[in-house]
């Protein structure tokens, strides 16, 4: 889940408010992460102790509204990961000068070479583990190098220069919208990580999901502070890249297309899987048929990309404003289970303080939906 959502939309909105906010963007990043574990506490905990995936509960609270679930993340996945593959190619791009469509296709090859093999869910768990820790630990050199005034980000990540609910709504949407809310808890339920008994360890691996996601955040964000508050002009067509370039040089540029390499690759893999999951049973589905099936949607994202050519940034935007708008159905199921099926929680007693506070967090959901719909729109027809 973590590194799902550490795409290239996220580093692309982390640019863009750092330079908008300045430290003031701290504290959109702060309550972000307050909301975020609200409602993933939730949604995880709903679908761990019922060890049904999402789809699954939509239908058993509403018949075909799980289908109708799975249609709207079968869209949105396949143009999230279109908007993936693309990045993927620009990140090789940035890091060794070569097409970005040769680049994509280098890296959705690799993505397949995991799906198709004989341990696919382990080779999956290892290889977005490596890259995640390596987004980190080269974005922190970034952060080292480009010396960030930390004590004005601390300031405003509790007394803020300037409120903008739009970088929270964004932030929210990038981090829990669309298919990635539900990676971790759906993989956790193929791991056999399920029942009443596994609440704490589904509250902790939800908890320290968006935790790792935020220190991610907070890494990309004080990298690019530190660059923006020494007065450099940045590129306005690539802001972080030309953030790490200015703080490291030629070589904290090739970096960053490392970095972007890595969030497009890690987003393509649990994009995928996600999407998948939600097309299949997870009783009747082997391991081995969910890889190939995950191969598949990558090697469609891959052609759709190649045969379409629209530039990247533009397939990023839209597929951020589609997941908006898909967000609230599915936490909206999850919360319904939560408060009126126990039935499906096999006698589990949910938390009603829980239950309130995800409830809270989903009508900010649908402010977040109403604000994606005009900005698709746009992209449509524009």
Wanted: aromatic share 8%; with cysteine.
């Amino acid at each position: 889940m973590a590194t799902s959502s550490i795409g290239p939309g996220f580093i692309t909105q982390t640019a863009t408010f750092t330079v908008q906010l300045g430290a003031a963007f701290a504290f959109a990043i702060v309550v972000s992460i307050l909301v975020d574990i609200a409602v993933q506490t939730n949604v995880w905990r709903v679908i761990g102790v019922s060890g049904l995936r999402a789809q699954e509960l939509g239908n058993a609270s509403l018949p075909g509204l799980g289908y109708f679930m799975a249609g709207l993340l079968l869209v949105g996945g396949l143009v999230f990961n279109i908007g993936n593959v693309s990045g993927a190619g620009l990140g090789m791009n940035i890091m060794l000068d070569i097409d970005p469509k040769v680049g994509a296709v280098v890296l959705a090859l690799l993505a397949l070479g995991i799906f198709l093999s004989k341990k696919a869910g382990l080779a999956m768990d290892r290889v977005v583990v490596l890259l995640g820790a390596l987004m980190i630990l080269l974005t922190l050199y970034v952060a080292v190098t480009s010396g960030p005034p930390v004590g004005a980000a601390l300031k405003n990540s509790v007394i803020p220069d300037e409120f903008s609910a739009l970088a929270i709504t964004t932030l929210i949407g990038g981090t829990i919208g669309g298919y990635i809310i539900y990676a971790g808890a759906h993989r956790l339920l193929d791991a056999g990580v399920s029942g009443p008994s596994r609440v704490r360890e589904l509250t902790n691996s939800a908890v320290l999901g968006i935790l790792v996601t935020g220190v991610m955040r907070v890494i990309l964000f004080l990298a690019i502070l530190g660059v923006v508050h020494a007065g450099t002009a940045l590129d306005p067509d690539n802001l972080a890249a030309s953030a790490f370039e200015a703080a490291a040089g030629n070589f904290g540029y090739r970096l960053f297309g490392v970095v972007f390499a890595a969030a497009a690759l890690t987003s393509v893999i649990g994009c995928s899987y996600t999407t998948v999951t939600f097309l299949t049973s997870s009783k009747k589905t082997t391991p081995r048929l969910t890889g190939f099936l995950v191969a598949g949607f990558i090697l469609l994202s891959l052609v759709l990309y190649l045969l379409i050519g629209t530039a990247p940034q533009t397939l990023l935007v839209f597929a951020g404003a589609f997941n908006g708008i898909l967000l609230p159905v599915g936490i909206g199921v999850i919360m319904w289970v939560a408060w009126r099926r126990r039935d499906l929680l096999n006698g589990y007693d949910y938390p009603k303080w829980l239950a309130a506070l995800g409830t809270a967090a989903w009508v900010l959901t649908i402010y977040l939906a109403i604000n994606s719909i005009q900005p698709a729109i746009d992209l449509i027809t524009g």
